[in-house]
């Protein structure tokens, strides 16, 4: 009686079959919420043989930012047989899987290749894109709007003949498009295949939303952990840096004093004797101190900034006249070069001032042995608001695995430094609206400081 009532209700046993299968989809696109996964089961579900609905499948995801749709994958039936079968032999509680050989095998096919670097352009005139994307309805390439649509002819290029493409709908959006065909047995797509598709199109457009809230919710959830972790690790350095600071304070007074006395007892002690030179070893360490604790305490300080009217060339002309000893000591030549332009800027003079004469007085520690300091103003463009300014140097350069830490506090390569000039200089300067940045050059190295300016003229 069962074997006579299939026979005569064939189109019941196939509604059967497709809700049997559309339901083990359904379980396969709950399987994962891996977007890569998600999208090589999607696609190697409709091509698989053993659904016998399409031979070759492509997707394209909606990208908001520069409003196209993408090309994400491609999957032909030579490419898709290897679906497992996980759950039993019970179709109802049965789903998919695909190992990752067979993603690696597909993401790797030329065909696959090509798809990923499509885009269309979801602003075109194209009548299959509007239909699909704001319509959001499927779409026949042998529609009559189709004929003579570059896009359309775009698309039927790719896919090599007749295709069919359905919108993936999320939450009353587009997200994407899945575009199916038949290129190896160039048969018709039935009106059942293409009811089946876009049933199967409403649970995959979910299923990859679903996958990219995840991933969002992950991807912030990272984000968060990181900022926190940074957070902590903040208020570690701001404790330990107020110690410091305190420390600092605390030692400077009786520094002060020894230094004093030490200095009066050098006075007193004839030259060239035993404890002379132990005396002037006595002052010339606590002087060093001091300026290390004097660093220590600039750094730490909360930085207050009175802004004002300021001259950058009378800025770097008076660094270079108060290091004229130091440039006669040194045997380095300068030169200090700049247009006949306002280089006014909003800041305060004093701090810039002490940007300057750190990065001169590095350049002097470079070159122990006499070089060329060159210094110069300009701007960044001929119609910039900003300043440039060069230090440059013929001391050999920095060794480039130090380049990146160069501005971190307490890093130097000085065997008598802090580790402090750059890290304050680097901070006056962000204080002041503007960037600083070092690079090797043939003969040394040379800082950039690029200010915004407050009265300037186009040339």
Same mark, same amino acid.
């Given at each position: 009686?069962?074997?006579? +009532?299939?026979?005569?209700?064939?189109?019941?046993?196939?509604?059967?079959?497709?809700?049997?299968?559309?339901?083990?989809?359904?379980?396969?696109?709950?399987?994962?919420?891996?977007?890569?996964?998600?999208?090589?089961?999607?696609?190697?579900?409709?091509?698989?043989?053993?659904?016998?609905?399409?031979?070759?499948?492509?997707?394209?995801?909606?990208?908001?930012?520069?409003?196209?749709?993408?090309?994400?994958?491609?999957?032909?039936?030579?490419?898709?047989?290897?679906?497992?079968?996980?759950?039993?032999?019970?179709?109802?509680?049965?789903?998919?899987?695909?190992?990752? +050989?067979?993603?690696?095998?597909?993401?790797?096919?030329?065909?696959?290749?090509?798809?990923?670097?499509?885009?269309?352009?979801?602003?075109?005139?194209?009548?299959?894109?509007?239909?699909?994307?704001?319509?959001?309805?499927?779409?026949?390439?042998?529609?009559?709007?189709?004929?003579?649509?570059?896009?359309?002819?775009?698309?039927?290029?790719?896919?090599?003949?007749?295709?069919?493409?359905?919108?993936?709908?999320?939450?009353?959006?587009?997200?994407?498009?899945?575009?199916?065909?038949?290129? +190896?047995?160039?048969?018709?797509?039935?009106?059942?295949?293409?009811?089946?598709?876009?049933?199967?199109?409403?649970?995959?457009?979910?299923?990859?939303?679903?996958?990219?809230?995840?991933?969002?919710?992950?991807?912030?959830?990272?984000?968060?952990?990181?900022?926190?972790?940074?957070?902590?690790?903040?208020?570690?350095?701001?404790?330990?840096?107020?110690?410091?600071?305190?420390?600092?304070?605390?030692?400077?007074?009786?520094?002060?004093?020894?230094?004093?006395?030490?200095?009066?007892?050098?006075?007193?002690?004839?030259?060239?004797?035993?404890?002379?030179?132990?005396?002037?070893?006595?002052?010339?360490?606590?002087?060093?101190?001091?300026?290390?604790?004097?660093?220590?305490?600039?750094?730490?300080?909360?930085?207050?900034?009175?802004?004002?009217?300021?001259?950058?060339?009378?800025?770097?002309?008076?660094?270079?006249?108060?290091?004229?000893?130091?440039?006669?000591?040194?045997?380095?030549?300068?030169?200090?070069?700049?247009?006949?332009?306002?280089?006014?800027?909003?800041?305060?003079?004093?701090?810039?001032?002490?940007?300057?004469?750190?990065?001169?007085?590095?350049?002097?520690?470079?070159?122990?042995?006499?070089?060329?300091?060159?210094?110069?103003?300009?701007?960044?463009?001929?119609?910039?608001?900003?300043?440039?300014?060069?230090?440059?140097?013929?001391?050999?350069?920095?060794?480039?695995?130090?380049?990146?830490?160069?501005?971190?506090?307490?890093?130097?390569?000085?065997?008598?430094?802090?580790?402090?000039?750059?890290?304050?200089?680097?901070?006056?300067?962000?204080?002041?609206?503007?960037?600083?940045?070092?690079?090797?050059?043939?003969?040394?190295?040379?800082?950039?400081?690029?200010?915004?300016?407050?009265?300037?003229?186009?040339?």
């Amino acid at each position: 009686m069962q074997i006579h +009532d299939s026979l005569q209700h064939p189109e019941t046993d196939n509604r059967l079959s497709e809700l049997t299968l559309l339901y083990q989809f359904s379980n396969t696109l709950l399987s994962t919420i891996r977007l890569n996964k998600l999208t090589h089961l999607i696609l190697t579900a409709l091509t698989t043989p053993s659904s016998n609905l399409f031979e070759r499948a492509i997707l394209f995801l909606r990208n908001e930012k520069s409003n196209v749709l993408q090309g994400m994958l491609g999957v032909s039936r030579h490419l898709s047989d290897g679906l497992q079968i996980v759950g039993g032999p019970d179709a109802l509680g049965s789903r998919w899987d695909i190992s990752d +050989d067979i993603i690696s095998r597909q993401r790797s096919d030329e065909f696959c290749m090509q798809v990923r670097l499509t885009r269309i352009d979801i602003d075109t005139a194209c009548p299959l894109i509007h239909q699909v994307v704001f319509d959001r309805t499927l779409c026949h390439s042998d529609d009559t709007l189709c004929q003579e649509c570059p896009t359309c002819l775009f698309v039927r290029q790719l896919c090599g003949g007749a295709f069919a493409a359905v919108p993936l709908v999320a939450r009353e959006t587009t997200i994407g498009m899945i575009v199916v065909d038949n290129p +190896d047995s160039a048969r018709e797509i039935s009106t059942a295949n293409v009811n089946f598709l876009q049933l199967f199109a409403n649970q995959a457009g979910m299923a990859i939303e679903n996958s990219m809230l995840y991933n969002r919710i992950e991807d912030a959830h990272l984000n968060l952990r990181d900022a926190r972790e940074r957070l902590l690790h903040g208020e570690r350095l701001a404790a330990i840096g107020e110690m410091a600071a305190n420390l600092a304070h605390e030692l400077k007074n009786p520094l002060i004093t020894i230094g004093g006395f030490a200095g009066r007892l050098l006075k007193t002690l004839p030259a060239k004797t035993r404890e002379h030179q132990y005396a002037d070893t006595i002052v010339t360490e606590v002087s060093r101190l001091e300026k290390m604790l004097a660093e220590i305490l600039a750094f730490s300080r909360k930085p207050t900034i009175c802004f004002s009217r300021c001259d950058l060339e009378e800025i770097v002309r008076e660094c270079l006249a108060s290091c004229a000893t130091t440039f006669e000591d040194h045997n380095i030549k300068v030169s200090f070069s700049c247009d006949s332009l306002p280089w006014v800027v909003s800041g305060d003079s004093h701090q810039l001032k002490q940007v300057f004469l750190n990065l001169i007085l590095n350049s002097c520690d470079a070159m122990p042995e006499g070089g060329d300091l060159i210094l110069n103003l300009a701007k960044v463009s001929p119609k910039s608001r900003s300043v440039c300014a060069t230090v440059e140097d013929t001391g050999g350069g920095i060794p480039k695995e130090m380049l990146p830490q160069i501005f971190n506090p307490f890093f130097t390569t000085k065997h008598h430094g802090t580790g402090l000039g750059l890290a304050i200089a680097n901070r006056i300067v962000l204080n002041h609206f503007g960037t600083i940045e070092v690079k090797n050059t043939k003969q040394g190295a040379a800082f950039r400081i690029v200010l915004p300016l407050t009265e300037y003229n186009e040339t």
